[in-house]
C-alpha cells in the first residue's frame, strides 16, 4: 500500500519525525494528520514525532509572511535538532564574519 498510514508497522523504528497541517486546509482535511500522528503512537512511533496544527491559513500551511516566517523556523528547528545536532548558524566565528 502506498499510504503512509497504512504502512505504519506496529513497534517499527522510525525516523523523526515532523508533522504538520492546518485546521482551515480546505483541500486535505486536518483529521488525516491527526489520525497519522494518533496510529504513530498506538504503534508505539512517536519517539521523535512532533505534531504541529496551525489554526489558520489553508492548504499552504500559513495565512500571511509572519506565519511562514514561523513554520519556516519551526521546520529549521526541527532539522537542527534532528539531524544537525551540532549546527550554530551563528555561531561566535560567523558572527565576527557577518559584523566585518
Known amino acids: 500500500q ?6 505504519v508497522a506496529l513497534g517499527a523504528k522510525s525516523p523523526p519525525l515532523l508533522v504538520t497541517t492546518s485546521t482551515r486546509d480546505d483541500r486535505v482535511h486536518p483529521y ?7 496510529r504513530l503512537e498506538e504503534a508505539g512511533n512517536c519517539e ?4 504541529y496544527e496551525n489554526i489558520e491559513g489553508g492548504h499552504g500551511g500559513a ?3 509572519k506565519q511562514q516566517a514561523f ?3 519551526l521546520y529549521i528547528e526541527f532539522l537542527c535538532k534532528t539531524i544537525g ?4 548558524p551563528f555561531s561566535e566565528q560567523k558572527q565576527a564574519t557577518l559584523a566585518a
Open 2 to 7: 502506498s499510504s503512509p498510514y497504512h504502512n
Open 32 to 38: 488525516h494528520a491527526r489520525a497519522f500522528v494518533k
Open 48 to 51: 521523535g514525532l512532533l505534531y
Open 63 to 65: 495565512a500571511d509572511p
Open 71 to 73: 513554520m519556516m523556523c
Open 85 to 88: 545536532k551540532d549546527y550554530a
